[in-house]
């Protein structure tokens, strides 16, 4: 079966870089979605990854390598607004679904 | 553009009443996804539409549960009758095309509360 692991809680400090790990099992690959859930609101598109490497976009970048099942997600000059919760999701191996794993609530205090 | 919206946001129901959830997907999105967040786990997938058809539906996690999406435009989730494990946030999202790696965008949930 599918399964995707990420720290439950982080805290980071205003300014700082915080970098949000995903480790996954799939049987097939098609690519990882990170989203990005302030409490209360729809969970948001952050990035796509289907081949290995970083992709940049602004303040927050995504990291793949297939090899070995591992992402993360990179977010540069932490602001408070990026307090929320950070899911890592994976097509599903059968299906058109996602399968999301568990999430990583990210505090940034001042 | 709208994005997908849900009504409503909240509900607050007694065991054994019956619920409907409305989602209205962006516009021109083919696919339509539900999804449940039950307090403490992930978001796990309940069934997926395309147009009015059902193409997945191995998430629903008993006869309780009912979808529907007439026309293939709205979509509806009636839980009859509810029970207390029911309760979570129940997200709706909507892709455009049929592609395994389509974005997928989601509405802000209805959190319901069985009682």
């Known amino acids: 079966g599918q399964n995707i692991d990420q720290p439950t809680e982080m805290t980071a400090t205003e300014g700082a870089i915080v970098q949000i790990n995903c480790t996954y099992q799939?049987?097939?690959?098609?690519?990882l979605f990170w989203y990005q859930q302030h409490a209360g609101e729809a969970p948001t598109f952050l990035s796509y990854?289907?081949?290995?490497g970083l992709e940049e976009k602004g303040r927050f970048s995504s990291f793949l390598s297939r090899s070995k099942g591992y992402s993360y997600l990179l977010l540069k000059e932490l602001q408070m607004k990026d307090s929320a919760s950070y899911l890592c999701?994976?097509?599903?191996?059968?299906?058109?679904?996602?399968?999301f794993g568990p999430g990583t609530r990210l505090s940034v205090l001042p | 553009e709208a994005g997908v919206t849900q009504f409503p946001s909240h509900s607050v129901i007694e065991k054994g009443q019956t619920v409907t959830l409305r989602c209205d997907p962006i516009?021109?999105?083919?696919?339509l996804y539900w999804y449940r967040r039950v307090m403490g786990k992930e978001i796990k997938f309940l069934l997926h539409?395309?147009?009015?058809?059902?193409?997945?539906e191995s998430g629903m996690p008993n006869n309780r549960f009912l979808a529907e999406r007439t026309g293939g435009t709205y979509s509806t989730l009636k839980v009859q009758p509810a029970e207390l494990e029911d309760s979570g946030v129940y997200f709706c999202?909507?892709?455009?095309?049929?592609?395994?790696?389509?974005?997928?965008?989601f509405g802000p949930g209805t959190r319901l509360t069985v009682l």
């Open positions: 999202a909507s892709s455009q095309g049929r592609g395994l790696t389509d974005t997928q965008y």
């Open positions: 799939t049987s097939g690959f098609n690519g």
């Open positions: 990854n289907v081949l290995d």
């Open positions: 999701a994976v097509p599903a191996d059968y299906g058109q679904n996602f399968v």
């Open positions: 516009s021109g999105h083919d696919n």
């Open positions: 539409f395309v147009k009015e058809s059902k193409q997945d």
